[in-house]
Structure formats: structure tokens, C-alpha cells
């Protein structure tokens, strides 16, 4: 079925589920999943396995980098509301910051954590100063709706920068884990803990189906659409059904 599509450049999928994302300018309808369908959450390396699948493009990562930061100022705004006191936000940070310090154990996880325990504390120093113009229910309210504006502008993200979509919603990803695995995924593309990230993009070219001839020829990089796309698109039009 998806050699049948791929062969026809153009055709819309027919939701089979199965073609791999690669052939994003084929299908038009709901990107399939990866091999990889969840994570263990306090396992670095699983974690970031999961993360790298689904968030695998530099333009979905400066997509989050803006909005899951927005996230957590505007869920802290909302956790600062007076009948909580402190201690929702200081619930929320200790979480964050607590994950943060886990998956990026020892300094960097103590940076990253400082960093979001401040966005956090930020929006809290911040809730009276609102309140000088909107009172605390308005604030509050802002503050949610805020939150739910940036977690849809990062899924508007993923639909348009993105070849697979994970098979089911994982709620901790997306309101506690995602910015402490972009924060450490961000650190992969800077140079950071490169032994890790040679080991965990075998299994992230493995999840994603990459091919051998589309990889990089200097070990695992991100080899990026087009050339994954080339490939498949290639092989579907000699009719090398074995190869894919």
C-alpha cells in the first residue's frame, strides 16, 4: 500500500497508518507513528530516545524552545492566584525542577532546574504586579488560557515541521517533561555529552526507519527529510519493494 502511493507522487494516503513519514509529500492525511510509542519517564536514555523521534527537526526545537518556556511562565501565572498562596507555583517548580535535575543529573541538571524554577518564581514576583490593572480571576484565567495557546502552537509545530506523530497522547511529556528534554536535547546539538547522543541516534535512526544509504556518511546524524524522502521515493519508483 505504501509502494502503491509512493509510485504515484501526489496520491493522498488512504490512512493505512504504515507508510513511513518520510513520504510527508504524499500523505496528506494523519502522520503515522513511529516504532517507538512511549517512554520510561525517569529513564534518560528512553526518555531522550522518545523525545528525539517525535521532535526530531531544528525548527520544532526553536518552535519549543519559544512556547514550552511560554507554558510554564503562564501555568505558573495560574498557580500563583492568591487562594493558592505559594504553594501551587511552589508545587509546579519543585516538580519541573526535580525531573529537570533527574534526567540531567549533576550541573546540567542543576542549571536547567534553576532556570525553570525561575520562570516559575518570575510569574509568581509577577501576579501582583497584574493585579494592578486586572483583577485575580482575569489574571488566572490568562494565565490558563496562555498555557493552552502554547501547547497548541508547539502541536501546529509538530504538524507542520514533523514526519511522525506518537500513537498516544502522553500527558507528562507535554506538561512536565518536554522542556527538560528539549533543554537536554539542545545540548546534544551544541556539542554536549556527545557519546550519549551517538548511542541514543542509533536507536532514534532505528524508531524512525532511516535507511542505511540515507544516513550520514560520518556515523548518525540527523540526515534530515529530503534525503530519507529521496530515498524512499526512489526505491517506490524502480519498484524495489524488498529494499523498504
Not at 496528506?28 to 528512553?46: Q, V, Y
Not at 551517538?198 to 532511516?210: G, P, T, Y
Not at 529530503?226 to 524502480?238: I, K, P
Request: neutral net charge.
Amino acid at each position: 500500500r505504501f509502494v502503491r502511493n509512493m509510485a504515484q507522487p501526489g496520491r493522498e494516503s488512504d490512512g493505512c497508518g504504515h507508510c513511513p513519514g518520510a513520504c510527508r509529500e504524499v500523505c496528506t492525511t494523519r502522520k503515522p507513528p513511529a516504532k517507538i510509542d512511549s517512554f520510561r519517564f525517569f529513564d534518560r536514555h528512553s526518555a531522550m530516545t522518545w523525545h528525539i523521534v517525535y521532535h526530531y527537526s531544528t525548527t520544532i526545537e526553536l518552535n519549543h524552545f519559544v512556547f514550552e518556556h511560554a507554558y510554564l511562565y503562564a501555568m505558573a501565572l495560574l498557580l500563583a492566584h492568591p487562594v493558592l498562596r505559594w504553594y501551587g507555583v511552589a508545587f509546579f517548580a519543585a516538580v519541573v525542577a526535580t525531573y529537570a535535575l533527574i534526567i540531567n543529573f549533576f550541573v546540567a541538571g542543576i542549571v536547567s532546574g534553576a532556570v525553570y524554577f525561575a520562570i516559575c518564581w518570575a510569574a509568581y514576583l509577577s501576579f501582583p504586579v497584574f493585579m494592578a490593572y486586572l483583577p485575580a480571576w482575569a489574571i488566572a484565567l490568562l494565565g490558563f488560557f496562555l498555557a493552552m495557546l502554547s501547547l497548541a502552537l508547539q502541536q501546529v509545530g509538530h504538524v507542520l515541521y514533523e514526519d511522525f506523530a506518537p500513537p498516544r497522547i502522553i500527558f507528562f511529556h507535554g506538561f512536565v517533561a518536554a522542556p527538560i528534554l528539549s533543554f537536554r536535547h539542545n545540548c546534544y546539538r551544541l556539542g554536549f555529552f556527545a557519546d550519549e547522543y551517538e548511542r541514543i541516534l542509533k536507536d532514534v535512526d532505528a524508531d524512525r526507519q532511516v535507511p542505511e544509504d540515507a544516513k550520514h556518511p560520518e556515523g548518525y546524524r540527523p540526515v534530515g527529510v529530503r534525503a530519507v524522502s529521496a530515498h524512499y521515493t526512489a526505491a517506490a519508483a524502480a519498484g524495489n519493494t524488498a529494499h523498504m
